[in-house]
Structure formats: structure tokens, C-alpha cells
């Protein structure tokens, strides 16, 4: 399980390269803009400067409407500025045709400028409250789309979280059916550390968080503290390990 933390600032992203070796996607996100707020193209392109070579730098490209050639030029301005995995949050698609119609144009308008980029459509767990795509049609629209990733995240930062709104049995359901068209999945959404059982038990791949490695767990008020980023990773390499001694001791 590879493991997303998403600062909000070139300040906090150093923070993050402090903790380099305990991630693995650096997200440059603008969380006051929504779950999955973009931020300008010179916060990723420095951002991009301040961490690892080594370590991809994931840049949110907006709750974004169904406006396919605004998202499609949003996209590619994220990937010009370095970004390397590109996230679309299909906020204002009610339908999943809507929702492939966006990501076909995100995914042309990145792979041809290029073609190792990494394309994310992202849903919402809590897609009932505000009326966009059900979190498991999701894979569906990844793969008829040609993106490389599902994921989930909630769209209203409230104090629910993920397993709120999609039990744990359901995201299970959304890890299957990502893997049967050879997607990653991703899962976020006030994520906590007592998540990471169940996370790894649903082979979930990719695990987005940013709250649960701020001070105090606050997304918005707290700031990144790499001491959380090492504690957090080292979590989730504990129930790594211990699911994979069952699985051992199973067969």
C-alpha cells in the first residue's frame, strides 16, 4: 500500500521531504478550494523542486464541473507544472457518462503532452449529499475512460469520514472492481491510522491522508509534522506485516 500525504504549501512539502522516506506520493492540493481543491501551477512546480526527485508529486485538479475542456486544459497545466499522478475530482458529473466524457479529455490532453502520467478519476464517498456519480461506478468510468486509478475521498470535510458513508464491505467492493480492470484504487477521506486494518485487509493500493499527520489532526488549522508521517507509516508497515502472516498462516 503505497502511502499519499498532501500538503498545502511549499512550506509544508518540505516538512514532507523531512519524512521523505516514509512516503510515497507527494499530493499539492489547496484544501480551502473543497476535498480536492487545486492549487496554483507555481505551488506544484515548486513543490515538484522541494521534495525527492525520487518521490512523484500528485496535484488535485479541482471539484471540478462537467465543463470536459476547462478540466481537460486544468489538467494539463497541473502536468506541465510537474505533476506526475493527475487527480480529478468528478464533482459535477451526475452520470457516468458525464463523468467519462471528463476523463477522456484528461487523460488525451495529459498523455499526449505525457505519456508516463498518471490519471486518477476521483469520486466521493458521500456522493448522495451532493448528487454526482455513485462511488462504485467509479472503476467503470476509470477504465472505459483510460485513466489509471479509482478513488474515493469525501466531498464535505464535516467530520465524517470514508467507512461513514462506504462501510468497509463496500469499499472492498470498489477495490475488486477496480483490480478486475487493472486500476489501483485509492482510498482517502479523514482516513486514521485505526483505518489501516481494514485498508489492508481490501488490498487497497494507494491511501491518501492529511489530517491524521497534522497537529492536532486538523486539515485546515494544523500543519504536516513529519514525526506523524514516520508514526503513520509505520502503521501501516505494521499491519502489512501482520496481514501477511495471516494470509501465511492460512494457506
Sequence with gaps: MLLLISPDSVDEALDCAKAAEHLDIV????????????????????IRDAVPADKPVSATVGDVPYKPGTVAQAA??????????????????????QAIDV?????????DYRPDAFVVASGYADAHRIGCVNPLALPDIARRSGSDAAMLDTAIKDGTRLF????PDVCAEFVRLAHEADLLAAL??????????????????????????CEGGDRNAGRIQPELVAAFRAEMDRHAQEYAATVATAS
Design 188 to 213: 482517502a477521506g479523514s482516513v486514521k491510522a485505526g483505518d489501516l486494518g481494514e485498508l489492508t485487509r481490501i488490498g487497497t493500493d494507494i491511501v491518501g491522508v492529511r489530517g491524521a499527520v
Design 76 to 97: 494539463l497545466g497541473a502536468a506541465v507544472s510537474g505533476a506526475t499522478y493527475i487527480k480529478v475530482g468528478l464533482y459535477g458529473c451526475t452520470t457516468p457518462d
Design 164 to 167: 461513514d458513508h462506504v462501510p
Design 103 to 111: 476523463m477522456r479529455g484528461v487523460v488525451r490532453a495529459v498523455k
Design 27 to 46: 499530493d499539492v492540493k489547496k484544501p480551502d478550494e473543497g476535498s480536492l481543491g487545486a492549487n496554483f501551477p507555481w505551488v506544484i512546480r515548486e
